[in-house]
């Protein structure tokens, strides 16, 4: 498992899904838009709880802790 560690501003959560299944391992999922600065900005997945964190810092300086999974998606592990 890879772990990042990245700082930068959340300024977009999109693609919110609730999925209705049983034998799956995550309920909800969102993709959010995390700019490091000018030039650099990032897509990121958030699972079920986490979502819920993300959603309250949209537009705020923030600092993620992410691993990646499925080739090149990033999802977001714990957030402050």
Not at 2 to 14: L, P
Not at 27 to 33: E, R
Not at 46 to 64: L, Q
């Amino acid at each position: 498992m890879n772990i990042c560690f990245f700082s930068g501003v959340i300024t977009d959560v999109y693609k919110f899904k609730f999925i209705y299944n049983q034998n799956i391992k995550y309920k909800c999922i969102a993709n959010v838009k995390l700019k490091i600065d000018e030039n650099h900005e990032f897509e990121l997945i958030a699972f079920d709880e986490m979502i819920e964190k993300v959603i309250k810092d949209k537009f705020k300086y923030v600092h993620i802790c992410a691993k990646f999974v499925e080739k090149c998606r990033i999802q977001i592990i714990d957030i402050e």
